[in-house]
């Protein structure tokens, strides 16, 4: 009973801090005039996606390297046809923000790199060192997209109404609405980066003991309960943002926290402990993996609108992987 408990507790702390964080978050980063995409792809996705990486590195100290690279694998999967899916169902999601083209190639290429790596079976420290650098080079874009908007923010209010298009005046003049002052968001955003951590931590202990008295592999338990425990509050960040028309937070966050799931957390927990990539994972999963991020790449690419019928599609392709994780074997 007590692993119950240590499961529903930690996911509603999850649900909890993610969603103070995200508010925080998006009323901090416009009071400094940064985009909603960047705002999605950094701050919010990096928030969102910290249970991942205490659950991963903690996984990987203990000696489980099934659930540290099947959690980051697992959550990928689920942020494409869950994180898209659900939002989907309740509102029209758009893909169609500046730069949205750009990070979702980024993704592919991570992806890419990060599945030539797992093919060697293991995720040595050399190997973490490049995925690190190339967080460092997405978080450098990052900035830089930020410092030209900032820009043209100034621009605008001197006077150059094309600085900004219609789009981007809309969400500069919406902060106004956005409660709070910089002081409560900076105190929200401290909230949530405390309570992911705790969150996350309560649902690992309750969700691998009730998973292994069932039965299921250490490989399965990341795949399925841990990866979508972990992305519970990118979920709840995508509905939200869905219900507030801010499609730009929605999208950013799905592809921000992507790529901070292979570069971030893969990259700081193999500089740490080398992990061990199951082969299990390499026979089925990444390929799911690869697949889900072309998809979300394709989104992007043809600037799509994903309306019920998609988001339905998406959940029910979700619900489809589990099935096949549980009926392929991977159950001791």
Known sequence: MLDYIYLAGGLAILLLAGDVLVRGSVTLARSFGIPSLVIGLTIVAFGTSAPELVISLRSALDGVSGIAVGNVVGSNIANVLLVMGVPALIATTACTDKGV??????L??????????????????AMGIVLLALLGLFLFDSYREMRCHQRRCQDYQNGNEEALDDAQIAELEEFDEVPGGRLVAGALVVAGLIGLPLGGQLAIMGAVDIARDWGVTDTAIGLTVIALGTSLPELATTVMAAMRKQSAVALGNVLGSNVF?????LGVTAVIVPLDVPPAIMRYDIWVMMATTVL????AFMRS???WPLGLALVAGYCLYIFF???SGKVA
């Open 296 to 299: 979300l790449a394709i989104f």
């Open 108 to 125: 592919v290429a991570v992806t890419v790199v990060f599945t030539a790596m797992c093919t060697f079976g293991e995720i040595n420290r």
């Open 325 to 327: 994780v549980f009926a």
């Open 261 to 265: 799931n292979i570069v971030a957390i």
């Open 305 to 307: 609108r994903l309306r």
């Open 101 to 106: 083209r750009k990070n979702a190639a980024f």
